[in-house]
């Protein structure tokens, strides 16, 4: 299950690239950028534009997302069995509040996606394996992606 620095990770960085399997038995991945964590064994996003993750997750509802701090160099990969519900179930309506952070999406959600974690692990850098240090890796990159930006 998810441990406080999982749960801090996600949190942090809420874009999660969310693998599923087509009704065909093929991987599709998607980026999910409005995840709530409500416990250590379930989480839940929004569905605003993901009609294939749905159709998906109704098929076949083994899904895998993935959570990366691209600062620090360490990332959450997150096991579980998803399902949605629509607009207007009570489910939805139940969950709708824990989405505060979002309050200009809440009309826009055509449903809210709920994920039962089954297994969950941090992934790290090799960086960490020779003794790199969280604090210089995030200077580090966050001096590159600041390059990137400027141009």
């Not at 600062?71 to 998803?82: E, W």
């Not at 399902?83 to 979002?102: I, K, M, N, Q």
């Not at 960086?127 to 210089?136: F, I, K, L, N, Q």
């Amino acid at each position: 299950m998810l441990t406080p620095e999982m749960t801090a990770l996600i949190r942090d960085n809420t874009l999660a690239l969310v693998a599923t399997v087509t009704p065909e038995g093929e991987p599709a991945v998607s980026p999910k950028a409005t995840v709530v964590v409500l416990d250590p064994a379930r989480l839940v996003f929004s569905d605003l534009r993901s009609p294939g993750t749905r159709r998906n997750l109704a098929a076949n509802p083994a899904c895998e997302l993935a959570f990366v701090d691209v600062f620090r160099r360490k990332a959450v990969r997150v096991r579980g069995r998803g399902s949605c519900h629509a607009r207007g179930a009570p489910e939805f309506d139940a969950l709708l509040p824990r989405f505060t952070e979002w309050p200009d999406l809440q009309p826009r959600m055509h449903g809210i996606f709920d994920i039962a974690v089954t297994a969950a692990e941090m992934v790290v850098s090799p960086a960490y394996d020779t003794g790199a240090d969280e604090t210089e890796l995030a200077a580090q990159w966050l001096a590159r992606y600041r390059k990137l930006i400027e141009g």
